[in-house]
């Protein structure tokens, strides 16, 4: 289940989403492939080594923790799961896990199996979610919780073609997740006795990412000042690129040995 302190995931919160130069002269301050475009790095890992599972499950446990959601919560270890890291030159500053359906089925199939299974058995659909969401104290930058979002949606798309997106949120979290990534609530709030709260279950058809990106994109040209976090996610061109990086037989071996998936540039965390 995702949870995260209330101020992260209040709209409120998130506010306008930063400083952006449209053709009146701002500049859309979204992470850049670039080596340069900005001096903050941060390295994209796969959570595949002992010790980068042990740094995301005490960043889960931690932040989870701090909100009364328990500390016992562990990584899962099938192939059909992927954890991604997002660290610095000192620490790991966030993580979420994406899981593919498979035999051993969703974590969202323990309360959720009921809602889950008319998607699955639709010709054609292929379901995944995400989990185990977690960044460090602090409202975690706007641009940073966009790359890595995004690369998340490249990676379960290109390397598994799935095709509806889930996650469980805590109920006071479920406007965050529509207005920001356009994310639909399914069925009513069930208890999620994993975390001892109220669960609600949302989902997002992938094909969809692609238009909400441009239409976020068009909205910079405007006068409207844009909400989505659609309109930090990578431009086009680096887009393609890390479709290219992430598919390669290359990246996913230099990342299952300890080096970085991709390396991003940020704005000032």
Same mark, same amino acid.
């Given at each position: 289940?995702?949870?995260?302190?209330?101020?992260?995931?209040?709209?409120?919160?998130?506010?306008?989403?930063?400083?952006?130069?449209?053709?009146?002269?701002?500049?859309?301050?979204?992470?850049?492939?670039? &080596?340069?475009?900005?001096?903050? &790095?941060?390295?994209?890992?796969?959570?595949?080594?002992?010790?980068?599972?042990?740094?995301?499950?005490?960043?889960?446990?931690?932040?989870?923790?701090?909100?009364?959601?328990?500390?016992?919560?562990?990584?899962?270890?099938?192939?059909?799961? &992927?954890?991604?890291?997002?660290?610095?030159?000192?620490?790991?500053?966030?993580?979420?896990?994406?899981?593919?359906?498979?035999?051993?089925?969703?974590?969202?199939? $323990?309360?959720?199996?009921?809602?889950?299974?008319?998607?699955?058995?639709?010709?054609?659909? $292929?379901?995944?979610?995400?989990?185990?969401?977690?960044?460090?104290?602090?409202?975690?930058? $706007?641009?940073?919780?966009?790359?890595?979002?995004?690369?998340?949606?490249?990676?379960?798309?290109?390397?598994?073609?799935?095709?509806?997106?889930?996650?469980?949120?805590?109920?006071?979290?479920?406007?965050?997740?529509?207005?920001?990534?356009?994310? $639909?609530?399914?069925?009513?709030?069930?208890?999620?006795?994993?975390?001892?709260?109220?669960?609600?279950?949302?989902?997002?058809?992938?094909?969809?990412?692609?238009?909400?990106?441009? &239409?976020?994109?068009?909205?910079?040209?405007?006068?409207?000042?844009?909400?989505?976090?659609?309109?930090?996610?990578?431009?086009?061109?680096?887009?393609?690129?890390?479709?290219?990086?992430?598919?390669?037989?290359?990246?996913?071996?230099?990342?299952?040995?300890?080096?970085?998936?991709?390396?991003?540039?940020?704005?000032?965390?």
């Amino acid at each position: 289940m995702s949870v995260q302190p209330e101020a992260f995931f209040s709209t409120r919160a998130m506010g306008s989403l930063g400083s952006r130069s449209t053709d009146r002269g701002t500049t859309v301050q979204r992470a850049r492939l670039a &080596a340069g475009a900005f001096d903050t &790095a941060i390295d994209i890992e796969l959570a595949d080594t002992t010790d980068r599972r042990e740094d995301a499950c005490s960043l889960i446990n931690r932040r989870y923790a701090w909100r009364g959601y328990g500390s016992h919560h562990t990584l899962p270890a099938h192939r059909a799961s &992927a954890t991604f890291t997002a660290s610095d030159a000192a620490r790991v500053l966030g993580t979420v896990t994406l899981v593919v359906d498979s035999d051993a089925g969703l974590a969202a199939d $323990k309360i959720f199996a009921d809602e889950l299974n008319p998607f699955r058995e639709t010709p054609g659909r $292929k379901i995944c979610e995400l989990s185990r969401l977690a960044f460090e104290t602090g409202l975690p930058s $706007k641009p940073l919780l966009a790359a890595l979002f995004h690369i998340v949606f490249i990676y379960g798309y290109h390397h598994h073609r799935c095709t509806d997106l889930f996650i469980e949120v805590n109920p006071r979290h479920r406007r965050f997740y529509e207005a920001m990534l356009g994310f $639909k609530p399914i069925g009513a709030p069930r208890t999620n006795a994993s975390v001892g709260a109220p669960s609600q279950l949302m989902w997002l058809e992938i094909s969809s990412i692609r238009r909400r990106i441009d &239409a976020a994109m068009g909205d910079l040209s405007s006068d409207a000042t844009p909400r989505s976090l659609y309109a930090l996610f990578f431009s086009r061109d680096d887009a393609l690129e890390l479709a290219d990086e992430l598919t390669s037989e290359g990246s996913v071996h230099r990342a299952r040995n300890g080096n970085a998936l991709v390396k991003v540039f940020l704005p000032d965390l």
